[in-house]
């Protein structure tokens, strides 16, 4: 059921964007001009967090709105004599799923493409074939004859680097990088964008250096007040096979997943029971997030300064934190209408 006009370019140009923690300028670059389009004022802070701010009416709720804008990614740390470069790992990437990856490297003369090699399987020992090869063992070929070769090509140590990635669309699925976070991020821009007759304030805040720790938000959330905070998010889907249905956490295309608890938080419960009513009366599909793993900005808001009502509201997506997940539009729609009604609701209030 389509219901609402999905901006679909610019989820996929949030998803190519590159932008792994602590190097999210291409991001900012993107949610800034789509800010300033909507004549939305914001600032920048130290560690690069957006917060932007629509203030409807001051005797109004106040809702923080948050998604991190960085993504998993690596760091080259070594240049070797042949050119070959050596990497550290940005987050969580599950090492296993490295060798043949495309990699996009920014170089200090604009962006160059490796692949993560390893030795070929026929070169292998049989006790080398039965582990994962650690990542450390691995190195990015991006095709440079000699250091010299690599450093010509604006390649240096401390250069960023993440996966090399073309977002599409089959069907009602889309396959991309940085799902976790760019569909938050791209909820956020949306609601801003239409929730022009609900009379809520709402920061929206795009934070920085998440998926190493929630350092952004960790920033913000001291210099913050509000009555809610909703961390949008893209969280783990396993609704695949091997999985029993118990380990699934969450489904495609069974709507957003609310989190009850995870590893940094325990939600608000009177928040997440207003969500669950709303998602009910308005026939809005919803499941609930069904692993406690994870950690996401919403800790911060509960933890900080004001101990502000919060919960995550996730897309869900398989694959996360890999070179390509698959999510489902109408997970998209819905978690956008059950936001709207929320927001409506919490209004009136
Ligand atoms: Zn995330």
Known sequence: MILLSIDINLIKTLSEAFGP????DDVRRIVTEELSRMGIPYEVDGVGNIIARKIEDEDKPTIILDAHIDEVGFLITHID?????RFEIIGGIDERILPSQRIIIRGNKGFIRGIIGAKAPHLLRREEREK?????????DIGAASQEEALEMGIEEGAPATFDTKFTRQGNRILGKAFDDRLGTYLIIEILRTADKVPINIIGVFSTQEEVGLRGAKVVAYKLKADYALALESTAAADTPGTPEHETSTCLGKGP?????DRATISSPSLVRKL?????ANNIPYQFKGRMVGGTDAAMYRYSAWGIPSTTISIP??????????????DIENALRLIAKFMESVSRA
């Open 21 to 24: 923690s602590g190097f999210e």
């Open 132 to 140: 994962t090869i650690p990542y450390r063992s691995l190195f990015i």
């Open 317 to 330: 997506a398989r694959y996360i934190h890999s070179s390509l997940a698959v999510a489902d539009i109408s």
């Open 257 to 261: 997943a609310i989190t009850i608890a």
């Open 276 to 280: 669950v009513e709303i998602a009910k």
């Open 81 to 85: 004599k042949n050119g070959f470069l």
